[in-house]
């Protein structure tokens, strides 16, 4: 494997974006090219991303479509399509990467495995503050981040530790829970064929947890990613959840399915 695709999920925040894209310019690894995904940015806040975008020092696209309430999986799926990578990480416009963050997915990607990382939380007041001066997170010392922790600013800090667990990470290979695409490695050849997200599941709420059953459900084991790469995630207003509980009966449904691999409505048609 050599060129990683980055898909960054983003609406209506470039502040916090340009901290996202600026912890992508700082990695160690630097063999990746970067696909925006945005979801539906207003026309001001649109120009501020792409400017950000024009300075990137790395390959980048721009996938975009307009704003028809929260439509994440089809706006990744178009993002996947401009992609040229053999394995995607799909992370999340508001999430800050350490200098590691690439270099250590790359170690962990294996064959016919996806792999979730996970986060450590920011409370709304240190998020304020990160954005209003855009500090490097990134650039922080381990000292650093322990004083957020005492202060009560982050919600852990085994989110920054470094285990090398072995087999460890292969004992829940069926384990759908907790993982997420605000930061999520799997192999291209895999999410197409299982088609992707599926865009049947509109407005907040289960499509990333959708398409890891199908990836199961199609053999393709989960390898934990804990304690080797996690994200900063700046707090931010939860989405409109009006259609949660809709999509969380479709993906009860779906559980049941175990030859349900393949999304109904999914990244097929922008190839």
């Keep these: 494997m050599k060129l990683i695709s980055v898909i960054v999920t983003t609406y209506n925040w470039p502040s916090a974006l340009k901290l996202c894209l600026d912890s992508l310019f700082a990695q160690q690894d630097q063999n990746f090219e970067i696909i925006i995904a945005d979801d539906g940015s207003n026309a001001e806040n649109l120009k501020q991303t792409q400017a950000f975008c024009a300075l990137s020092p790395f390959a980048i696209s721009y996938s975009y479509h307009e704003d028809q309430g929260f439509r994440a999986g089809s706006i990744r799926n178009k993002a996947v399509a401009l992609s040229q990578g053999a394995y995607l990480l799909f992370i999340d416009g508001d999430c800050i990467l350490m200098p590691d963050f690439i270099a250590r997915h790359r170690k962990l990607a294996e064959l016919q495995c996806f792999v979730p990382g996970n986060r450590v939380l920011l409370n ?3 998020t304020e503050e990160v954005i209003a001066q855009q500090i490097p997170l ?5 000292y650093y981040f322990l004083l957020l922790r005492l202060q009560k600013k982050i919600n852990r800090m085994t989110g920054f530790l470094r285990l090398p667990l072995g087999s460890l990470r292969d004992l829940q290979p069926k384990k759908w829970q907790k993982a997420m695409t605000c930061n999520l490695g799997v192999w291209k050849e895999d999410f197409i064929r299982v088609n992707g997200f599926d865009e049947l599941f509109e407005g907040w709420g289960f499509e990333d947890s959708d398409l890891v059953i199908r990836l199961i459900h199609a053999g393709i084991k989960r390898k934990e990613g804990r304690f ?5 995630h700046l707090w931010h207003t939860h989405n409109d959840k009006s259609k949660q509980e809709h999509n969380y009966q479709r ?4 559980l049941q399915q175990q030859d349900f691999i393949i999304a109904e409505k999914g990244v097929s048609q922008y190839l």
């Design 124 to 126: 709304s007041e240190f």
């Design 251 to 254: 993906l009860l449904e779906r």
């Design 138 to 142: 990134y650039a922080k010392s381990p």
């Design 228 to 232: 080797a790469v996690s994200v900063l």
